[in-house]
């Protein structure tokens, strides 16, 4: 059976609550590389034939671009 998303974000919440503070700034800590990985592994497929300088450039362009300027 699946699940509704409200349960899930329940859940999701519930599971915070019960992290001690040093667990969920080491669990941030790796969902952000995670999602640093999932960007470079995009822009990898993306441009195939850019080196490894090129694959930084955009990636910190790209990553630029999705900064907050409101702050």
Known sequence: MEQKPQS???IYLETL???TPEERVAKSF????FA???FRS???RRFPEASETE??????QRLEKCH???Y
């Open 68 to 70: 907050n300027r409101n």
């Open 8 to 10: 899930n974000h329940r």
């Open 17 to 19: 609550r019960r992290m």
């Open 36 to 38: 640093r990985s999932l």
């Open 42 to 44: 995009g822009l990898r």
């Open 55 to 60: 694959l930084d450039a955009l990636f910190f």
């Open 30 to 33: 790796e969902l952000t590389e």
